[in-house]
T-cell receptor
Framework: DQQVKQNSPSLSVQEGRISILNCDYTNSMFDYFLWYKKYPAEGPTFLISISSIKDKNEDGRFTVFLNKSAKHLSLHIVPSQPGDSAVYFCAATARDSNYQLIWGAGTKLIIKP | KAGVTQTPRYLIKTRGQQVTLSCSPISGHRSVSWYQQTPGQGLQFLFEYFSETQRNKGNFPGRFSGRQFSNSRSEMNVSTLELGDSALYLC?????????????FGPGTRLTVL
């Protein structure tokens, strides 16, 4: 069973506009969430994280929102730039899984000029 | 500072063979984790080593094993290869134990099993 779901395999956004990537989870015990970005032929790189005690975390153009009641988080990128074209992975972890990271399948973001 | 390196980058094996993949973490990093990525799937956690001890293990059969050396370098071994083992194998290192800490990934080893 997929505990972390990224239901959009791909997303196309105009340069300069907002990109919103979504992630849903089923395990209510998850207490820490991370986003990683992956370019082709490279390993993922850490982007931003959020603890379950917060509902928002911001880092420059990147903001992650957490809605615990809906078991949903989203990553907002404003404004979107060509270099943001990549695959974005959402990952979650919980104390009851010994803090093992559970990853979503990824969303491919394409920024159009 | 040099990044995480993985060797080899590409590997072709046949069913029933075994394979060993190598990972050199960033200098000073004592935690090394291994992941399997297949098309359309997220990363599946294999195991994490910290200071030569396996700290955590994912849901993979015993054919998948690993170890970590005193210099923090790590190897992953897969015995009796199956077609379904074809995947990108990623290694990640971090300073602290626990995959919830920021991890730094290598480029991966692409394993093809024929």
């Amino acid at each position: 069973d997929q505990q972390v779901k990224q239901n959009s395999p791909s997303l196309s956004v105009q340069e300069g506009r907002i990109s919103i990537l979504n992630c849903d989870y089923t395990n209510s015990m998850f207490d820490y969430f991370l986003w990683y970005k992956k370019y082709p032929a490279e390993g993922p790189t850490f982007l931003i994280s959020i603890s379950s005690i917060k509902d928002k975390n911001e880092d420059g153009r990147f903001t992650v929102f957490l809605n615990k009641s809906a078991k949903h988080l989203s990553l907002h990128i404003v404004p979107s730039q060509p270099g943001d074209s990549a695959v974005y992975f959402c990952a979650a972890t919980a104390r009851d899984s010994n803090y093992q990271l559970i990853w979503g399948a990824g969303t491919k973001l394409i920024i159009k000029p | 500072k040099a990044g995480v390196t993985q060797t080899p980058r590409y590997l072709i094996k046949t069913r029933g063979q075994q394979v060993t993949l190598s990972c050199s973490p960033i200098s000073g990093h004592r935690s090394v984790s291994w992941y399997q990525q297949t098309p359309g799937q997220g990363l599946q956690f294999l195991f994490e080593y910290f200071s030569e001890t396996q700290r955590n293990k994912g849901n993979f059969p015993g054919r998948f094993s690993g170890r970590q050396f005193s210099n923090s370098r790590s190897e992953m071994n897969v015995s009796t290869l199956e077609l379904g083992d074809s995947a990108l194998y990623l290694c990640a290192s971090s300073q602290l134990a626990g995959t919830y800490n920021e991890q730094f990934f290598g480029p991966g080893t692409r394993l093809t099993v024929l």
